[in-house]
């Protein structure tokens, strides 16, 4: 640094780091070991005084170059006047050094000046003060100048607060714990400030005067002090041989404390071993639990879908058995419509024998009425003579035809109000009047229409059943030709996977949940088709408010499709000009129904 300054080299960008660190170590030194060095006061002043004006200089020049990068039209702000008062500051500090140098000699020699001990570590300790009010100015000062050389074009300066905050970062910096801001630099100049002019003042009153009286020396000879050195170096060696025996003592201690420790950890080793024999034991028993229960699932599944099955087909049973039951309804309804047209047949013989002479008009004649009419008829055969009934018979018989006539008319008056009132308590029918222009359609047309929609109507569903039959194929065989098993490649024996959804069951429940769906779908599939052939055998559909079902006949005759053989054909001609699909009526007697029922039967 010197070489530079006789060079004229040393400016601003040249950086003080080293020589701050040289400084420091000069005060490390000079505190360690000329701390009772005796000083010369008056040079000891006169250094601090150029050294004090010289800071001053310093936090001045970097207060006006802060100034200098603000913007124009800032003296209001606080940063502003923060820099004109350290401005001021360091003015004053520069006058009050020059009122000291004045009472100073000027060639250098040692005057009569003298103060006391605390008037010389008040001088020493100025120096540090307004050296950190110097840093942190100078600190301050470069990162305004960053700033603006960071800034964009057309801006004027560095902003006002960003250089109050670029002060409170440099006061954080040097002064550490005891910053306060800006204060800390004013405080330092001004406690600066007022130690000099207080100096100053003294110097001018002549406080500070040596008066010539000679100062007591207590040094003792150099022997004298290095013998008290030694015997001090000694003491401090007895004092280091007490803290090594007592530091053995405690490695002592501590070596059996690590034993104890050690042999802790073993146990706690033995332990360890133990609880993953125990553990691995566990595990071992948990998998066999795991595997037993495992095969307790699958038989419980097996016996599960055993039982599915045996009750589907007791419900198949059931049902063969109830449409078995119903056709057999059926027949008897038909046996009980013919009893009933047989005695109806009967009844009918009975009033036509009736209308005949000498017999009861209806059921109301009594056994012996009948009997004494046979009587007299018999007599009559065999007397060969003509009988006349008795006026009391004959009277008698009229009576009752009356008493008939009435008690039918009254049944058929009791029957005729019941029917009205059922027929009354009915509700409504709603019948919509048709205009003139559809009541004169062709009705022909009509019919044709609806049934070339309810034929479009079964194409559509009959190739939708179609395309969900094929695609229902294609998805078998995908399946049976893409069957997969469980991916063990990336697993290490006797390890849990990471999620569930590696785990054998869960491969195992997915593949069964598929073929559950499966299934599903085919029994929808087949209902639908069950229907549509329903639906195309004329007769062998049910037709409800909701939808049509496949009648008991048809179901039955499907469902045994496989157990029966065609053993004939039996072929009605009739009208309808041979269309396919036309239906036929015959006409005939429940007896030719039965012997041709035994016919087909044999």
């Known amino acids: ?34 701390q009772s060095a005796k000083l010369e006061q008056p040079l000891l ?11 001053a200089d310093v936090a001045s020049t970097e207060a006006t170059r802060i100034r200098a990068l603000m913007p124009a039209g800032s003296e209001g702000h606080e940063a502003a006047v923060f820099t004109s008062t350290v401005v001021s500051c360091s003015s004053e500090i520069n006058n009050a050094v020059k009122r000291i140098k004045r009472r100073l000699p000027q060639d250098g020699s040692a005057g009569p000046i003298s103060f006391s001990v605390e008037v010389q570590q008040l001088l020493l300790d100025m120096v540090p003060n307004i050296a950190h009010a110097a840093t942190a100015l100078r600190q301050v000062a470069r990162s305004c100048m960053q700033q603006a050389g960071l800034a964009i074009e ?64 207590n040094d003792a000879p150099p022997i004298v002090q290095r013998a008290q050195r030694i015997k001090a170096e000694l003491k401090d060696s007895e004092h280091i041989k007490y803290k090594l025996e007592s530091r053995d003592q405690d490695l002592r201690d501590l070596r059996l404390l690590m034993k104890q420790k050690n042999e802790e950890l073993s146990e706690m080793m033995v332990r360890r071993d133990l609880a ?164 004169k359609r062709d009705l022909g047309k009509e019919e044709g229409a609806g049934e070339a929609s309810h034929s479009k109507q ?42 569930t959804t590696l785990t054998p069951q869960y491969h195992m429940q997915r593949q069964r949940n598929t073929l559950l769906a499966f299934h599903r779908t085919v029994a929808i599939v087949q209902s639908e088709v069950l229907k ?33 053989s065609q053993i004939g054909q039996l072929t009605v001609a009739g009208g309808g000009g041979g269309a396919k699909g036309s239906e036929v009526r015959i006409v005939m007697q429940p007896q030719h129904i039965h012997q041709l029922h035994a016919q087909l039967l044999c």
């Open 45 to 55: 002043l006169t250094h601090l005084s150029k050294a004090v004006a010289a800071a």
């Open 154 to 217: 057309g801006t004027e300066g560095v902003q006002c607060s960003k250089v109050q905050e670029l002060i409170h970062e440099a006061t954080d910096i040097v002064y550490g714990s005891e910053d306060q801001g800006p204060d800390s630099i004013k405080s330092s100049l001004s406690t600066t400030l007022e130690h000099l002019t207080t100096i100053a003042t003294s110097l001018e009153k002549g406080e500070y005067d040596y008066d010539g009286t000679p100062h007591e020396t």
């Open 276 to 439: 993953e024999k125990k553990l691995l034991n566990a595990t071992k028993d948990a998998d066999s639990t795991i595997e037993k229960l495992q095969r307790k699932v699958d038989d419980t599944m097996m016996l599960l879908k055993r039982k599915e099955k045996e009750y589907e087909e007791t419900m198949d049973h059931l049902q063969s058995d109830i449409e078995s039951l119903e056709s057999e309804k059926g027949e008897l309804r038909e046996k009980l419509k013919v009893i009933k047209k047989r005695s109806l047949y009967d009844s009918m013989d009975e009033k036509t024998a009736a209308s005949l002479p000498g017999l009861s008009p209806s059921g109301a004649l009594t056994s012996s009425m009948l009997s004494t009419a046979s009587a007299c008829s018999g007599m009559a055969g065999g007397g060969g003579g003509t009988v006349h009934d008795s006026p009391a018979l004959v009277q008698q018989i009229q009576d009752l035809r009356i008493a008939l006539r009435a008690a039918t008319a009254a049944a058929t008056v009791a029957k005729s109000n019941k029917m009205q009132e059922q027929l009354a308590h009915l509700p409504p029918i709603a019948v919509c009047r048709l205009s003139s222009g559809e009541e």
């Open 458 to 499: 079964v194409t559509d569903s009959l190739n939708s059943l179609t395309q969900q039959t094929a695609k229902l194929k294609k998805e078998l065989q995908s399946v049976i030709s893409n069957s997969s098993v469980v991916d063990l490649s990336k697993r290490k024996a006797g390890t849990t996977p990471a999620t």
């Open 532 to 564: 549509a052939i329903a639906c195309h055998r004329p007769g062998g559909a049910v037709t409800t408010d909701m939808r049509p079902f496949p009648s008991t006949q048809l179901s039955k005759a499907m469902a045994e499709k496989g157990k029966l």
């Open 1 to 34: 640094y010197v070489e530079m300054l006789r060079k004229d080299q040393l400016d601003e960008n040249i950086g003080l780091e080293l020589l701050e660190k040289i400084v420091s170590s000069v005060q490390f030194l000079q505190g360690a070991h000329l």
